[in-house]
Structure formats: C-alpha cells, structure tokens
C-alpha cells in the first residue's frame, strides 16, 4: 500500500516527475509540477481553496506556486483530482496560454492533456 501512495504522489516533489496516469512525454514540465502539487493537496485531504493555500505547498513545489499566483497557471479553486478512472474528466487548472490557442491542462482524474480555447471558454460558461 506504500508503494502504492508513494507513486501516485509522484515522489521527489516538485521534480515535474512522471508518476501517474496520463502524463504525456511532451507535457509541459510546469503543468505536471503543477499536478503534482494538485495531487499532494488532494491526498493531504486539504483541496487548494485560495492562493493562501499555497503557502503550504510553496517550498516542495515552488515552481507551481509561482505560476499558480502570477497567473502562468489557472487554478480552478477547490477542485481535486478524484481517486479512480473518471468517464468525463473535468479540467482543474490548464497554463493560461490555453484561453487564446492551445495548452497544458491537469484533469480531475490525474491526468495531463493538451487543450483549446474553446474548452476553456466552455469551462468559464
């Protein structure tokens, strides 16, 4: 079983680490550091709720927490990524570059997937 935890939370911290589902080869190495934080929120049973939040976070993943406050990174506060496979995964925070072409997005499932603007505006809706 902790070998188990310890995969899924991507040991090695804010290393961009490659642990997980779904993590493309080419992903970004900002947007899997910031699933990593995501998922060591979620798993902490503490869902990232404001930039306060961070805070605790901030010296394991410091890279995520910079772009998450500069707004390199947007962040759907409150959301977490959900244990098991989910048939329709929500996006949970994408790298802004995503709401006027295309760019990273972490899923609520765990998992790293390219995006367009046009999913992002329909997640603003």
């Known amino acids: 079983l902790l070998a188990i935890a310890s995969m899924s939370l991507g040991c ?3 290393s961009g680490s490659n ?10 190495e900002l947007i899997t550091d ?10 902490g049973g503490a869902p990232l709720k404001s930039k306060s939040d961070l805070a605790a976070y901030e010296s ?12 390199e990174v947007e962040l759907v506060w409150g959301k977490t990524i959900r244990d098991g496979a989910n048939a329709s995964p929500q ?4 790298e ?8 990273w997005a972490v899923l609520d499932n765990g998992s ?5 603007s046009a999913e992002i505006a329909d997640l603003k809706k």
């Open 12 to 14: 090695g911290g804010g």
């Open 19 to 28: 642990n997980g589902p779904d993590l493309p080869a080419d992903a970004s």
């Open 34 to 43: 910031v699933r990593d934080a995501i998922l060591e929120a979620s798993y």
């Open 60 to 71: 394991q993943f410091p890279k995520a927490a910079a772009a998450i406050k500069s707004g």
């Open 91 to 94: 996006i949970i925070a994408y």
């Open 96 to 103: 802004k570059t995503a709401e006027t072409s295309e760019g």
């Open 112 to 116: 790293i997937a390219k995006v367009t």
